[in-house]
């Protein structure tokens, strides 16, 4: 990287509060495809200036998997342990790199007592292009290009955010195409409640070869995600596809990077 | 006279029957958990109005939704005509409300073009589900007892509407004919056109008008009394069934109380709990489930929409949400027998849990929510899931092994997979 991510640490050291966490999630941290998308909300904060730090070594697991394993008390200490590490902190407002993040600490953690403002970065995005802060210039154009849009559950069905990764989407003037289960009626990736940790039960095909079949049934250049879940998903579907060369899949984030240069 | 005692004493037994086998399921609805749903009343209000009454999460399937539409509007309005139907057999008059004149007129008119587009929908509802065989109608659930069920109630449906409009064209030509008692009023647009298949003869009029009429109010107390065993008893719980449901986002679960309270106490030994009511985590059987969860499995009524988006469902898994609503509704119904044969206190070794629903179904849900949106009546078949995936876990610790280790690595490493905690930032030294 080019410069340098600020951890909360640091800033509170510098007696210094930040404008916004970004909050990473474990697969934004360990996952290597994630970590790049990781990489690029830290360069678009970074470029529009604003001001903020993320936890470093002192961010731990969220609990949703546990939560959604059916393992409530695992999913409880790690809440009340990271709720702790926020409120030290004095964190007023979190944007996330992950939709089940995104909504653990939104709705989940207020009732164990970690009440912050809780964005999804493709929120972020919108509100930067809104404001004018961000735009699709100075970088690879996506002017004309097939785009589709895959809705993750827990951003999309789970907490209403349709319009936002749209928005993202819209103003690189893409010729961006719905796949026929989209919005409310997405289909899921397949990783959701806890199965991104386990093999499927058996059946006839894997949920992910569902879906990136009817992502690529819309014949794009470029699969957009939200989730570092769903990325892993569609990604192996595209390679089971063969379909590598033709088809991307990137997420908003890197899509909103590469645009402008970043 | 003998008839109008006859039709009160039939009126009484119906619904005394039927308020019998009501409290019946009330009371098996309170073997659950209890759970507050009663905040928002006014956005509760608001989305009973919406769901339940003007039907708009149907409209996703404008098929459907037409046709549903025109049975449901009948049977809201043509019910109208049942409270002059009970006040002519109980007083021993006809068409007790003929003195509105034409506004009458118009009803009865309404009425017939009501009634002959319910039975046209019902025709067309048992030509997709026998005929056409349409998908979402199948599935291994929907077998012997589901599947007749939905036949008899449109088949019930399509003959209360026959006796209906051939009750009115006997009366149309009886009083063409100038019969006694048989006075003028009413308008027949659809029965009008039956007519002409009817006999001329006086007595055989008023025999078929009076068949007619008994067939028709006797069919409504017997349906009546068949909602309770039927999945068309959502009729009347779609509507506590979307006043009570789920206000908060999708992805939202229950935080635990009883979970807090040991956890408060683990991280701070001075922590005293407000109160002490252990008992069980996650659901095993039907009464560790929150009384929603089990008004939802009376009110559904299989349509199946729920399976037909269902990620796993679609890929050919065990899981199905229709089904874990109708094991739940069949489980209850069993431990409500129990109740009424041995008492409260009877253990019959079964449970909701394995007896019902395997651990291959729960464990094949990705907590998506699809099932959830689809529903036109707001019932949540995901909560089941996951209260059967925490007792799994939390009271037996039976998992898969691969979610054991998630577990274990989440507890050790703060992550869901096996990498160090000291590693977690260096993502930020990449490019």
Known sequence: MEFKVPTMAEMMAAGEEPEILFWVGCAGSYDERAQKITRNICKILHHVGLKYAVL???????????????????????????????????????VTGCPHCFNTIKNEYPGLGGTYEVIHHTQLIQDLINDGKLKAEGGESFKGKKITYHDPCYLGRA??????????????????????????????????GAQMFKEPEKGKKD???????????????FIAAGCPFCMTMLNDGVKLKDKEQEVKVLDIAEITARANGL | MVSQIIFVILALAGTALFAYNARKVIRNIKLGRPVNRTDKPQERLMTMLKVAFGQTKMAVRPIPFFLHLVVYLGFVIINLEVLEIVIDGAFGTHRVFAGLGG?????????ELL?????????????????????????????????????????????????????????????????THYIAAGAFPVSGLLVGLLPNNLDSLIFIERFCWWFHIVGIFAFLNY?????????????????????????????????????????????VPAETAPGKFGAKDVQDLNRINLLNAYTCTECGRCTSVCPANITGKLLSPRKIMMDTRDRLEEVGRNIDKHGLEHQDGKSLLDDYITRE?????????ACVEACPVNIDPLEIIMDLRRFAVMEESVAPASINAMLGNVENNGAPWKYSPADRFNWSEGN
């Open chain 1, 56 to 94: 470093g070594t002192e961010e731990s697991c969220t609990g949703d998997p546990a939560k959604r394993a059916g393992n409530e008390f695992l999913f409880q200490m790690q809440a009340m342990a990271n709720i702790e590490v926020l409120n030290a902190y004095n964190i007023k407002k979190i």
């Open chain 2, 103 to 111: 506004f009458y007129n118009f009803l009865i008119g309404s009425f």
């Open chain 2, 227 to 271: 909602l309770p065993y039927s999945k068309h008893f959502h009729i009347m719980l779609a509507f506590p069934n979307t006043y009570f449901s789920n206000l908060k986002p999708k992805g939202q679960f229950t935080n635990m109380d009883s979970v807090t309270n040991e956890v408060k106490a683990m991280l701070d030994p001075s922590f």
């Open chain 2, 115 to 179: 009634a002959a587009g319910v039975w046209l929908a019902c025709a067309i509802f048992l030509i997709r589900r026998n005929i056409v065989k349409i998908k979402r109608f199948s599935g291994v659930e929907m077998k012997s007892w589901p599947k007749s069920d939905a036949n008899y109630i449109l088949i019930t449906e399509i003959l209360l509407m026959t006796a209906f409009l051939t009750m009115n064209a006997a009366d149309a030509k009886l009083q063409a004919l100038g019969a």
């Open chain 1, 159 to 192: 907490n209403g955010v349709y319009e936002a990764p749209r928005k993202a989407l819209e103003v690189l003037d893409a010729d961006l195409v719905e796949m026929k289960r989209c919005k409310a009626n997405g289909l899921c990736c397949g990783a959701g």
């Open chain 2, 361 to 369: 179904e729960i464990w094949a849900c990705t907590s998506c929510n």
């Open chain 1, 207 to 221: 949920v992910n070869i569902e879906r990136i079949e009817e992502a690529l049934a819309t014949k794009p250049q």
